[in-house]
């Protein structure tokens, strides 16, 4: 099954998908995290598709290892790996499609039936009270729990900050039984992470995510060694390598890989290697509620790492809520996601709506 096209997509300027083409009519779907679609486009159409036209599409981890060491010096981590878990995801699909099998079947088949999901609010202007409402809301649908994102990406200590006053009011209507999850998206420096961490552990949050500099793992490691929270971290690494150094370095207690960001599922296999060699749980960072929830959904059902609620985002996506592109959505049921049962990731787009918001 040799490759014959990787048509890039982009939707609504923003989201970004990719169709690995073969000469046997099989087409592979996957999708790339939206951080900077133009970046991403250009990385698959001028520098890792053509890389890939010709070759036999079921060399999975060849095909990976190419796209990872020909591209010298444009990477390893961002754009570079982003491209690659688009293509690597297809890739994944185009194996379960050629097999007859759901991709999970490929992975080692389910270690549990579905999984848990929580509810991942990412809205940073909603006031403590109405946060507290909606995270009810997600508790009475039957969601494992809730997030909040609650403080200024990057601030340095020096922006938006309404944590413990939302996660107070979030407990005061949840009770003390529900998870909620905090993530500030790097807004501390060392000290004013620990004071946060410890208020938040007075107040039984689950998990503290991305409370300092992604690159300052020996700062996380300093944090973690001094709080009883669990500290998660993940969304910003992209290699297996960088997996270990946060775990040896960093010694966080989460580890958050994206499918659509760390180099598809070829990368996040080992890295749930890595995962289960070190004894860490994963919570992956899924913020894309279409391909990239298909792909995390094969990878969860099949990895005992994965053994805590999943992220699933609650936000408004137009592509699924006002003009769905795809035929058959994959959707939380009482909290809980199931992948479908049909031949590699069991998604297929609407290509007639895709035409419509098609920008790239």
């Not at 250009?42 to 520098?47: G, P, Q, R």
């Not at 990477?75 to 293509?87: E, F, M």
């Not at 749930?272 to 929830?293: E, R, S």
């Not at 769905?324 to 609407?350: C, K, M």
Request: glycine share 8%.
């Amino acid at each position: 099954m040799i490759i014959t096209e990787v048509e890039s997509i982009v939707l609504l300027g923003r989201l970004h998908f990719v169709k690995v083409h073969t000469d046997e009519g099989l087409v592979g779907l996957g999708e790339i995290s939206p951080m900077n679609a133009d970046v991403t486009h250009t990385m698959i159409t001028s520098v890792l598709g053509p890389l890939l036209v010709g070759e036999e599409a079921t060399d999975v981890e060849r095909l990976w290892r190419r796209m990872y060491t020909k591209p010298f010096k444009l990477g390893p981590s961002g754009a570079q790996l982003n491209a690659i878990a688009g293509i690597d995801i297809a890739l994944w699909d185009l194996l379960g499609k050629a097999t007859g099998l759901p991709v999970y079947k490929l992975l080692g088949g389910k270690y549990r039936q579905g999984t848990k999901v929580y509810a991942s609010s990412m809205s940073r202007s909603m006031t403590p009270a109405a946060e507290a409402e909606r995270a009810l809301s997600f508790k009475e649908k039957g969601f494992h729990g809730y997030k909040i994102h609650s403080a200024t990406p990057w601030m340095h200590d020096d922006g938006f900050d309404q944590t413990i006053a939302t996660v107070t009011a979030v407990r005061g209507l949840v009770g003390d039984e529900f998870p909620i999850m905090v993530d500030v998206n790097n807004a501390y420096y060392p000290h004013t992470a620990l004071k946060i961490a410890r208020a938040l552990e007075e107040l039984g949050v689950w998990h503290f995510e991305e409370p300092l500099a992604a690159h300052d793992y020996e700062a996380y490691g300093r944090l973690a060694d001094a709080v009883d929270i669990p500290i998660a971290v993940g969304e910003q690494e992209y290699s297996s390598w960088q997996f270990r150094d946060l775990i040896t370095v960093g010694r966080v207690d989460i580890l958050q890989p994206d499918v659509i960001k760390c180099g598809g599922i070829t990368e996040l296999k080992k890295i749930a290697v890595l995962a289960d060699t070190y004894t860490k749980p994963i919570t992956v960072h899924n913020t894309q509620q279409t391909v990239g929830t298909a792909a995390h959904a094969h990878v969860w059902v099949s990895t005992p790492a994965c053994v805590y609620p999943q992220e699933y985002n609650i936000e408004h996506n137009p592509i699924l809520d006002d003009t769905p592109i795809w035929t058959n959505p994959l959707l939380p049921v009482d909290g809980v996601i199931t992948p479908h049962e049909l031949p590699g990731l069991g998604v297929e787009l609407d290509d007639d709506v895709v035409a419509r918001l098609r920008t790239a």
